[in-house]
């Protein structure tokens, strides 16, 4: 775990996470993981 902190930082973080830099946005990641949640 050190090691991983040493290397890429606090949790791998490079910059602060932005609405904007997210991978996807909030409806997104609701239509794909919390609808599937709920139907199973």
Same mark, same amino acid.
């Given at each position: 775990?050190?090691?991983?902190?040493?290397?890429?930082?606090?949790?791998?973080?490079?910059?602060?996470?932005?609405? $904007?830099?997210a991978p996807?946005?909030?409806?997104?990641?609701?239509? $794909?993981?919390?609808?599937?949640a709920v139907?199973?």
């Open positions: 775990m050190v090691g991983a902190l040493n290397e890429q930082g606090f949790y791998g973080v490079v910059e602060p996470s932005t609405p $904007d830099a996807t946005g909030f409806r997104q990641w609701c239509e $794909d993981v919390l609808r599937a139907l199973a």
